[in-house]
T-cell receptor, first 115, second 114 residues
Framework: KAGVTQTPRYLIKTRGQQVTLSCSPI?????VSWYQQTPGQGLQFLFE???????NKGNFPGRFSGRQFSNSRSEMNVSTLELGDSALYLC??????????????FGQGTRLTVV | AQKITQTQPGMFVQEKEAVTLDCTYD???????LFWYKQPSSGEMIFLIY??????QNATEGRYSLNFQKARKSANLVISASQLGDSAMYFC???????????FGQGTRLTINP
């Protein structure tokens, strides 16, 4: 069974540009969550999508957006990039059970550097 | 609001020794789950072990066990017989009932010395 796949693994962008990151969840998983990891703020929840609908959203500005397709693949977009957006972006997929013990499987992340 | 606190920024342990990584949490939800993840330098978060708030027994997964003390709101990870490959960042996380969102602690960097 294939794991969570995130592409690309590394990105370098210039301030003001926009970027799109992709996440393919484990087959059969319909929930995809995104997290931002920085040395200063640690791991922070961005948003979660389930069956093409955003179910939860973290405390990030509107420049951060996402979507999910009918095959459960998800993309997140960051517009008007700032230096502070440099981070490791992690995607996690889960089964559609909403219990507390639903394990989240993570991808290897996309490391975004904004220069 | 939920909060996870990991008070050990870094730990150094000799190979084959046991190690305990501390985690305390705060939540007003009656039902919640506690997770530990390992993050090697490659970046991927690897699930290690889970404990539910209503579980009576401590969770165990191979060399990993979770010392769950509900009254003290602590969920410490114990790694027995540490190996060089255990060197990594370790994160404690919590999820509330009905939510996919995981709340993470700041992590502990574990270094295993030969």
């Amino acid at each position: 069974k294939a794991g969570v796949t995130q592409t690309p693994r590394y990105l370098i962008k210039t301030r003001g540009q926009q970027v799109t990151l992709s996440c393919s969840p484990i087959s059969g998983h319909r929930s995809v969550s995104w997290y931002q990891q920085t040395p200063g703020q640690g791991l922070q929840f961005l948003f979660e999508y389930f069956s093409e609908t955003q179910r939860n959203k973290g405390n990030f500005p509107g420049r951060f957006s996402g979507r999910q397709f009918s095959n459960s693949r998800s993309e997140m977009n960051v517009s008007t990039l700032e230096l502070g957006d440099s981070a490791l972006y992690l995607c996690a997929s889960s089964s559609d059970r909403s219990g507390v013990n639903t394990e989240a499987f993570f991808g290897q992340g996309t490391r975004l550097t904004v220069v | 609001a939920q909060k996870i606190t990991q008070t050990q920024p870094g730990m150094f342990v000799q190979e084959k020794e046991a190690v305990t990584l501390d985690c305390t949490y705060d939540t007003s939800d009656p039902s919640y789950g506690l997770f530990w993840y390992k993050q090697p330098s490659s970046g991927e978060m690897i699930f290690l072990i889970y404990q539910g708030s209503y579980d009576q027994q401590n969770a165990t997964e191979g060399r990993y066990s979770l010392n769950f003390q509900k009254a003290r709101k602590s969920a410490n990870l114990v790694i027995s017989a540490s190996q060089l490959g255990d060197s990594a960042m370790y994160f404690c996380a919590m999820r509330a009932q009905g939510a996919q969102k995981l709340v993470f602690g700041q992590g502990t960097r574990l270094t295993i010395n030969p």
